[in-house]
């Protein structure tokens, strides 16, 4: 009698391989409906803006519509309002992000402590972040009115104006107002996330620190700082992108003006293609912009990981 022997090898693979494949392979099959609408929703449309940047895209001339190669770049190198708006973009985000965070890490110690009243003043704390953008944009397009606000008054009171008027159409003031409402709309952001990090903290490094003799700065500094620090770095991370991609308070306030001293890249976008109606040229802008965010992004990622956060 012969005796047949199985060779895995030409007979193919055994039925425990194959489950072991397949068990493998079950959790990128439970991911493929997620990658494939993240791809649908959000890849698909960047490869397509990134496209109409190297074409000849104008509403108006259907006709001379084609690829264009780098035209649209060349022309943004030597366009002074895109160097004007980028620099107003790095203003913009900066000091709207600087006081953000200062403000936000304020009212979040001061909110970490129990006092009378503090469900209310949380409350309040939190309303700016309720209030819409485009109407954020109104209310302070309306204060920094002298007719029909006394702020121009008040600052022209204590010396900050020379006399009550509307900065928003000085030239050289024009951008702080829409920092300035930038900033008080995006101070709750901060506060409320730095508000969770705090109660994260366990309270016996306190205790302890306190027995040591540590005074409240040093506990501030070596205790509620580095545990601050993963949560502050990913929410600046955020914010700033957030804020240097944000058009709408420079649109309802200013529109980019008077002159463009006010304009940013993404306002500058926004009136690229919807009033020129070039969305070519507009692409470009906002490639230059997402990729000068990425590389931002990288380079606060890395500081994190050089930090061992």
Same mark, same amino acid.
């Given at each position: 009698?012969?005796?047949?022997?199985?060779?895995?090898?030409?007979?193919?693979?055994?039925?425990?391989?194959?489950?072991?494949?397949?068990?493998?392979?079950?959790?990128? *099959?439970?991911? $493929?409906?997620?990658? #494939?609408?993240?791809?649908?929703?959000?890849?698909?449309?960047?490869? @397509?803006? +990134?496209?109409?940047?190297?074409?000849?895209?104008?509403?108006?001339?259907? $006709? /001379?519509?084609?690829?264009?190669?780098?035209?649209?770049? #060349?022309?943004?190198?030597?366009?002074?309002?895109?160097?004007?708006? *980028?620099?107003?973009? $790095?203003?913009?985000?900066?000091?709207? =992000?600087?006081?953000?965070?200062?403000?936000?890490?304020?009212?979040?110690?001061?909110?970490?402590?129990?006092?009378?009243?503090? $469900?209310?003043?949380?409350?309040? @704390?939190?309303?700016?972040?309720?209030?819409?953008?485009?109407?954020?944009?109104?209310?302070?397009?309306?204060?920094?009115?002298?007719?029909?606000?006394?702020?121009?008054?008040?600052?022209?009171?204590?010396?900050?104006?020379? !006399?009550?008027?509307?900065?928003?159409?000085?030239?050289?003031?024009?951008?702080?107002?829409?920092?300035? /409402?930038?900033?008080?709309?995006?101070?709750?952001?901060?506060?409320?996330?730095?508000? &969770?990090?705090?109660?994260? =903290?366990?309270?016996?490094?306190?205790?302890?620190?306190?027995?040591?003799?540590?005074?409240?700065?040093?506990?501030?500094?070596?205790?509620?700082?580095?545990? %601050?620090?993963?949560?502050?770095?990913?929410?600046?991370?955020?914010?700033?992108?957030?804020? #240097?991609?944000?058009? !709408?308070?420079?649109? =309802?306030?200013?529109?980019?003006?008077?002159?463009?001293?006010?304009?940013?890249?993404?306002?500058? +976008?926004?009136?690229? &293609?919807?009033?020129?109606?070039?969305?070519?040229?507009?692409?470009?802008?906002?490639?230059?912009?997402? @990729?000068?965010?990425?590389?931002?992004?990288?380079?606060?990622?890395?500081?994190?990981?050089? %930090?061992?956060?």
């Amino acid at each position: 009698m012969s005796t047949t022997v199985n060779d895995p090898g030409r007979t193919g693979a055994s039925p425990r391989t194959s489950r072991q494949r397949l068990t493998a392979a079950e959790p990128y *099959l439970y991911l $493929a409906p997620g990658i #494939a609408i993240v791809a649908l929703v959000m890849l698909v449309p960047l490869v @397509v803006g +990134v496209s109409f940047s190297f074409q000849n895209y104008v509403i108006f001339r259907p $006709a /001379a519509r084609g690829w264009s190669g780098l035209e649209n770049y #060349a022309e943004l190198w030597s366009d002074r309002t895109f160097w004007l708006a *980028l620099a107003n973009t $790095a203003k913009w985000t900066f000091w709207s =992000v600087l006081f953000q965070i200062s403000l936000g890490l304020g009212l979040a110690l001061i909110l970490e402590k129990p006092f009378p009243g503090r $469900a209310i003043f949380q409350s309040l @704390v939190f309303l700016p972040w309720a209030v819409p953008t485009f109407l954020s944009g109104l209310n302070w397009q309306w204060l920094f009115n002298p007719i029909v606000s006394p702020l121009p008054g008040m600052l022209s009171a204590i010396g900050m104006l020379d !006399e009550p008027r509307n900065i928003l159409s000085d030239p050289d003031l024009a951008l702080y107002g829409p920092i300035t /409402a930038m900033i008080w709309w995006g101070v709750p952001f901060f506060a409320i996330t730095l508000l &969770a990090a705090l109660r994260s =903290v366990p309270s016996d490094l306190y205790e302890a620190a306190a027995i040591d003799g540590a005074t409240g700065w040093e506990a501030f500094r070596h205790i509620t700082v580095p545990f %601050l620090l993963p949560m502050m770095t990913i929410t600046i991370l955020l914010r700033t992108v957030w804020v #240097a991609n944000s058009p !709408e308070l420079i649109f =309802v306030m200013t529109g980019g003006g008077p002159a463009n001293t006010s304009q940013t890249l993404p306002n500058y +976008v926004f009136t690229s &293609a919807y009033s020129s109606m070039n969305f070519g040229y507009a692409s470009a802008l906002a490639s230059v912009l997402m @990729v000068l965010l990425v590389f931002y992004s990288i380079f606060l990622l890395w500081i994190r990981g050089r %930090l061992g956060q």
